[in-house]
């Protein structure tokens, strides 16, 4: 079977209009750049018609000319991916067979998006989001990735070999790589981004390494966000010994330099001392907590309907608490198997922990200055006439009003645990040496990245692309959240 090349049939027609477009487009630039230097700014204005006016003749052309060739790009880009979804297995190289690979993640994309614009104004600040078209692309990437852990790891739909099998010959091999003995051109025929240092298919290895940020960083970052909030929220209303004491435990644990922090926390010697199944216990009660406060709080003045509310969401969580903290093979193991519902893997659970432990602090100090501000205002002031109680004004009066700033640098903060994950992975701490984790991906193939820089790039141009759309995503955030 022939090995595959990057664009095949499909490139005969749209690589040259992808050279020619992107030429164009940097000349357009540069263009763009001399005219902005001895041109003044145009000012436009508004026409009876509600449009806005543009700047007319070659300077006006200049100006849009990057515009246009850059939808130029898009579309040709969006040609390799149709083109690689419509026609049969091979005949538009690696390119369309990755995008034929990718067909539940596209799909789940556009269903996404349509719904999203369909309904936006009933939304929220969600459906505010897609008037941003920084937030849009922001999360566009986010949510390829997420539908891609997705259906990798749950539906098992998208990688093309196991991300642990090895297949003799390819070792290190050139992406499209015929696999030896393949015999029709199907999925798993081809190595599509090559082989790595073990002859492990570097494509499979890479969207499934995308369910290891998925399920942790998302989750441990909501964790964070119930430690700072329960404990700054309190600590910026009430001031005084409580904000002290808060505020000094915070600084001290922010004192040392977070990666020396983490690499004391997932080292086996201090794993072995249980120190991490302690730390779990205590972390993460604060969502159970919390919720008790939260919903009291709202329902104190009737009793019944607090009580049976109370004793079903809190029991629930509170047998979820247990089984977190209880894990076989640590020194938490108490919980019947029958009873347990999470068998979490123990390097797993250290790394969660670390993460919670690392973010909560920083968490704190934003919230207890959010609540330092807001509980100066006058809804504030007007709760405590109508005589509502301590915590009933900071969960349901300030908290609310903190949502935009908190929701922010919730998105932000994912993106800084995807970047600590990828690091620990890279130093081979806390996750199982045999994931496919982007970290140990990088790793792995940044021994060999002079002669064979297949096995590094992909995982690393994942790493970078998620952050990056994190950060969009937060930006547009920002952005419709100070419109409100």
């Known amino acids: 079977m022939d090995n595959l090349t990057w664009t095949g049939s499909l490139g005969t027609i749209l690589n040259p209009a992808l050279v020619v477009a992107a030429g164009l487009f940097a000349i357009a630039v540069v263009l763009q750049i001399l005219a902005s230097l001895v041109v003044e700014p145009y000012r436009a204005q508004t026409l009876p018609d509600g449009r806005l006016s543009r700047r007319g003749g070659v300077t006006g052309l200049i100006e849009r000319a990057p515009q246009y060739l850059l939808w130029a790009l898009i579309l040709i880009v969006l040609g390799y991916l149709v083109g690689g979804v419509v026609a049969p297995y091979g005949k538009a190289g690696i390119v369309g067979a990755v995008s034929k690979q990718l067909t539940p993640v596209w799909i789940a994309l556009v269903a996404t998006y349509a719904v999203s614009i369909r309904y936006k104004r009933r939304l929220g600040l969600y459906g505010k989001l897609f008037d941003s078209t920084v937030g849009m692309i922001g999360f566009g990437i986010v949510m390829f990735w997420v539908y891609t852990a997705f259906f990798s790891s749950v539906g098992g739909m998208i990688a093309t070999h196991d991300p642990l099998s090895q297949v003799s010959g390819l070792k290190n091999k050139l992406p499209g790589t015929a696999v030896p003995n393949a015999t029709d051109f199907a999925m798993g025929a081809h190595y599509l981004l090559g082989g790595d240092n073990l002859a492990r298919d570097v494509f499979s290895r890479m969207v499934l390494g995308s369910w290891e940020v998925v399920k942790i960083a998302p989750l441990a970052t909501m964790f964070a966000f119930m430690v700072g909030i329960t404990l700054g929220v309190p600590a910026g209303y009430y001031g005084g010994k409580l904000d002290t004491v808060l505020s000094f435990l915070a600084n001290l644990i922010l004192a040392f330099p977070v990666i020396l922090l983490f690499y004391l926390l997932v080292t086996p010697e201090i794993v072995m001392t249980g120190i991490p199944s302690y730390m779990a216990a205590v972390l993460f009660v604060f969502p159970v907590l919390f919720a008790m406060v939260f919903?009291?709080?709202?329902?104190?003045?009737?009793?019944?309907?607090?009580?049976?509310?109370?004793?079903?969401?809190?029991?629930?969580?509170?047998?979820?608490?247990?089984?977190?903290?209880?894990?076989?093979?640590?020194?938490?193991?108490?919980?019947?198997?029958?009873?347990?519902?999470?068998?979490?893997?123990?390097?797993?659970?250290?790394?969660?922990?670390?993460?919670?432990?690392?973010?909560?602090?920083?968490?704190?100090?934003?919230?207890?200055?959010?609540?330092?501000?807001?509980?100066?205002?006058?809804?504030?002031?007007?709760?405590?006439?109508?005589?509502?109680?301590?915590?009933?004004?900071?969960?349901?009066?300030?908290?609310?009003?903190?949502?935009?700033?908190?929701?922010?640098d919730f998105c932000l903060r994912i993106g800084y645990t995807t970047i600590l994950l990828g690091t620990l992975g890279f130093f081979g701490l806390g996750l199982p040496p045999e994931s496919p984790d982007w970290g140990s991906t990088i790793n792995e193939g940044r021994k060999l990245l002079s002669i064979y820089p297949h096995p590094a790039l992909p995982p690393a141009l994942a790493l970078l692309s998620l952050v990056l759309g994190l950060n969009l995503l937060a930006d547009g955030l920002r952005e419709e959240s100070l419109r409100d």
């Open 295 to 408: 919903l009291n709080a709202r329902f104190r003045t009737d009793p019944k309907k607090r009580n049976v509310i109370l004793g079903v969401v809190v029991g629930a969580m509170v047998w979820a608490y247990l089984s977190l903290i209880s894990q076989p093979g640590t020194v938490m193991a108490f919980l019947p198997a029958a009873l347990d519902l999470f068998n979490i893997p123990p390097g797993i659970l250290v790394v969660f922990v670390s993460v919670v432990f690392v973010n909560s602090p920083t968490v704190f100090r934003i919230v207890r200055g959010l609540t330092l501000d807001l509980s100066t205002r006058d809804y504030v002031a007007a709760a405590q006439t109508r005589g509502e109680g301590p915590w009933y004004i900071m969960l349901w009066e300030i908290l609310p009003n903190a949502r935009g700033p908190l929701i922010v």
